[in-house]
């Protein structure tokens, strides 16, 4: 009789374990299918790649000067990239279009007039662009990425 009582609950706790198994295992499917789990992986994705982003400076004037360098060869690919990563490949269209109509010598004289600093946040820094006559032409803000580099995040 103990035997068969044993050999119940052996049943009953293996039924258990694969039931509780199955559940973990749907669970498990299931997350791995969601919305979070694809934005985790996706962040994972873009935090490597801004730490192994070579591009920017160590000081947002650096960044801003490097920009200006690569617009001023003409190279609207290599400018493109000192803009965060989001944002590059819409600014190298916008910088091509750009050349396209001859208009970054102008760009390039405009983002080498007189400029004043000023702090946005902790790791953000603006840049504010004026023309002869004082006013207000346009604004720059950079950013420190993780990788320590100063990136453009809006022109």
Do not use: H
């Amino acid at each position: 009789m103990w035997r068969n009582v044993l050999k119940f609950f052996g049943i009953i706790l293996v039924i258990a374990i694969l039931g509780v198994g199955v559940l973990l295992g749907v669970q498990y499917v299931r997350y791995r299918n969601s919305p979070e789990y694809r934005a985790e992986q996706d962040l994972k994705i873009l935090g490597k790649q801004y730490a192994e982003d070579p591009y920017g400076g160590e000081t947002p004037e650096e960044t801003l000067r490097l920009f200006i360098d690569a617009l001023k060869t003409g190279d609207t690919e290599l400018a493109a990239k000192y803009f965060v990563l989001d944002k590059q490949e819409q600014w190298q269209e916008d910088l091509a279009k750009i050349k396209g109509k001859g208009l970054l010598d102008e760009m390039v004289r405009d983002l080498e007039r007189e400029k004043s600093k000023y702090q946005i946040s902790d790791g953000q820094i603006g840049f504010d662009v004026a023309n002869e006559q004082k006013e207000a032409i346009l604004s720059i803000r950079l950013g420190r990425g993780p990788s320590d580099k100063w990136k453009i995040l809006d022109l």
